[in-house]
């Protein structure tokens, strides 16, 4: 099973790139992300919870992003493997999800680690917030402050899976088309 943890900064086109991935690996796509605007969408309770620190920038408690995580892998029992966009981000994280990944045996395979210039990430933001309607990507301030908290809170994970010898640093600048074929040749190689 190939399980890969797509990494970087707000902006640093995770979504997009974990695209390319899906299709040339037949892989699920977990993102928090998604997930949580489903449940911000729908009104449910947890979804308003997750609201109302996404709204200013900050990031969704643990036990919140793992209840979700942890259904999802239940639901998809059979998959081949997955992607996870957002998530981990922090390190308590990163060690629930390797506990909920060893309960069937298919470890983190490889965190691929898209590395952007910050000036860079605040344009795609501020590109995305022009058509996406979100509130965080249309504040500088609030965009500044997301990419503070991923310095500080987030991070560390890369330290964790180096450790492990599952880091794998990736040029987040250039063409969609570029990274794409820099991520497909890294995991080509795990």
Same mark, same amino acid.
């Given at each position: 099973?190939?399980?890969?943890?797509?990494?970087?900064?707000?902006?640093?086109?995770?979504?997009?790139?974990?695209?390319?991935?899906?299709?040339?690996?037949?892989?699920?796509?977990?993102?928090?992300?998604?997930?949580?605007?489903?449940?911000?969408? +729908?009104?449910?309770?947890?979804? $308003?919870?997750?609201?109302?620190?996404?709204?200013?920038?900050?990031?969704?408690?643990?036990?919140?992003?793992?209840?979700?995580? =942890?259904?999802?892998? &239940?639901?998809?029992?059979?998959?081949?493997?997955?992607?996870?966009?957002?998530?981990?981000?922090? !390190?308590?994280?990163?060690? +629930? $999800?390797?506990?909920? $990944?060893?309960?069937?045996?298919?470890?983190?395979?490889?965190?691929?680690?898209?590395? !952007?210039?910050?000036?860079?990430?605040?344009? @795609?933001?501020?590109? @995305?917030?022009?058509?996406?309607?979100?509130?965080?990507?249309?504040? !500088?301030?609030?965009?500044?402050?997301?990419? &503070? !908290?991923?310095?500080?809170?987030?991070?560390?994970? =890369?330290?964790?899976?180096?450790? &492990?010898? =599952?880091?794998?640093?990736?040029?987040?600048?250039?063409?969609?088309?570029?990274?794409?074929? @820099?991520?497909?040749?890294?995991?080509?190689?795990?």
């Amino acid at each position: 099973m190939l399980n890969l943890v797509l990494f970087g900064p707000p902006g640093a086109g995770k979504g997009t790139q974990a695209d390319f991935l899906i299709e040339k690996f037949q892989l699920i796509h977990l993102s928090t992300g998604d997930l949580l605007r489903t449940q911000i969408a +729908a009104e449910t309770e947890l979804g $308003l919870e997750a609201k109302s620190y996404m709204d200013k920038g900050f990031l969704v408690p643990d036990s919140i992003v793992i209840g979700m995580i =942890k259904s999802k892998l &239940q639901e998809n029992k059979n998959a081949t493997g997955y992607i996870f966009d957002g998530f981990p981000r922090t !390190v308590a994280q990163a060690k +629930a $999800l390797d506990e909920l $990944l060893n309960e069937n045996g298919t470890p983190v395979s490889g965190m691929l680690c898209l590395d !952007v210039e910050k000036e860079e990430l605040i344009s @795609r933001l501020l590109g @995305r917030g022009k058509t996406s309607g979100r509130p965080d990507d249309q504040d !500088v301030s609030i965009i500044e402050n997301r990419i &503070q !908290v991923y310095n500080e809170k987030t991070m560390p994970i =890369k330290d964790y899976y180096q450790a &492990q010898n =599952k880091c794998h640093k990736i040029q987040g600048m250039g063409s969609v088309e570029e990274i794409a074929q @820099r991520l497909i040749a890294t995991v080509s190689a795990l």
